[in-house]
């Protein structure tokens, strides 16, 4: 069993930063990945990393504000988040995708989730 736990959310002003991590147990390969909900929303994907960290992605929305980074020997994921505006206020999930080196951006292409972190952003 794998098991995702989120960190680091919290209220911040627009503008301001945080930094969101993601510890997993496990010791098999796995590409991670970041996903947010809004209230009445669906679940989007925000950036995703593959095993080795060489390849990245973003959603156009958080292009040039948000960072994904990994730590694989501490198994932790990062996402740095600057910049942020009201609309990036959400739930934040982390996942991970088991026995799967390359990053991915599609919900169903994860098998594990975190629980979520609540990141808040005031105007």
């Known amino acids: 069993q794998v098991q995702l736990v989120e960190s680091g959310g919290g209220l911040v002003q627009a503008g301001g930063s945080l930094r969101l991590s993601c510890a997993a147990s496990?010791?098999?390969?796995?590409?991670m990945g970041w996903f947010r909900q809004a209230p009445g929303k669906e679940r989007e994907f925000v950036a995703a990393i593959s095993w080795n960290g060489g390849t990245t992605y973003y959603a156009d929305s958080v292009k040039g504000r948000f960072t994904i980074s990994r730590d694989n020997a501490k198994n932790t994921v990062y996402l740095q988040m600057s910049s942020l505006k009201p609309e990036d206020m959400a739930v934040y999930y982390c996942?991970?995708?088991?026995?799967?080196?390359?990053?991915?951006?599609?919900?169903?292409?994860?098998?594990?989730w975190g629980q979520g972190t609540q990141v808040t952003v005031s105007s």
């Open positions: 496990g010791n098999t390969a796995h590409a």
């Open positions: 996942a991970l995708r088991f026995n799967g080196v390359h990053a991915v951006l599609r919900v169903r292409d994860y098998d594990y």
